[in-house]
């Protein structure tokens, strides 16, 4: 099956600065690539996705690449703020539409 | 409004008891997911169904059962509930890949945090 690792385990910036978290997936048929922002105590939401026919996709100040042929992709934040804290998972699609998700990454944004 | 339900919120329950968190999603999705998930930690598929009457065992193995009667509706049971148990219980719902071959993501439930004692 598909294996997803995810670094770092917790990152902590300071406010304005970037933060970049980093995947990488064992299924080269894995085709879709999410992101999920989990606030404490709250559900996991989809913040940015991408998919395998594009190398970067931009959204405000998160932007997401991909590379497929090293099997890696990674979010960036850009002008980080406090309200950006959170727990970031990453996630690659395997066989219809079944998810593998990383281990997380705790983001803390010193004010 | 169009989203994903789970309830209880909260559930506090004697061992031995026999339980039922509820999942249901008014999106019109036929894809369902369970995952277990200690709070802020790794996800973790316990369940998933692919549509009504169809129903697969995750990666983690887990002593609950679900069924799929209804598109909407999405139940996990845990007969006989110990400590190990003890948990939050995310649902989680998708469309697609459509027929083009388009992804989309999850959508997430609340979860329900789940305390055996």
């Known amino acids: 099956g598909e294996n997803v690792e995810q670094h770092p385990s917790t990152l902590s910036v300071q406010e304005g600065d970037s933060a970049v978290i980093k995947c990488t997936y064992s299924d080269s048929a894995s085709n879709y690539f999410p992101w999920y922002k989990q606030e404490l105590g709250k559900r996991p939401q989809l913040i940015i996705d991408?998919?395998?026919?594009?190398g970067e996709k931009k959204d405000q100040r998160i932007a997401v690449t991909l590379n497929k042929t090293a099997k890696h992709f990674s979010l960036h934040i850009t002008e980080t703020q406090p309200e950006d804290s959170a727990v970031y998972f990453c996630a690659a699609k395997y066989n219809f539409n079944k998810f593998y998700f990383g281990s997380g990454t705790k983001l803390n944004v010193k004010p | 409004e169009a989203d994903i339900y789970q309830t209880p919120r909260y559930l506090v329950i004697g061992t031995g008891k026999k339980i039922t968190l509820e999942c249901s999603q008014t999106m019109g999705h036929d894809k369902m997911y369970w995952y277990q998930q200690d709070p802020g930690m790794e996800l973790h598929l316990i369940h998933y169904s692919y549509g009504v009457n169809s129903t697969e065992k995750g990666d983690l193995s887990s002593e609950s059962t679900v069924s799929r009667i209804r598109t909407e509706h999405f139940p996990l049971t845990l007969e006989s509930a110990r400590p190990s148990h003890t948990s939050q219980y995310l649902c989680a719902s998708s469309e697609g890949p459509t027929q083009g071959g388009v992804n989309y993501g999850y959508t997430f439930g609340s979860g329900t945090r789940l305390t055996v004692v």
């Open positions: 991408i998919r395998s026919n594009v």
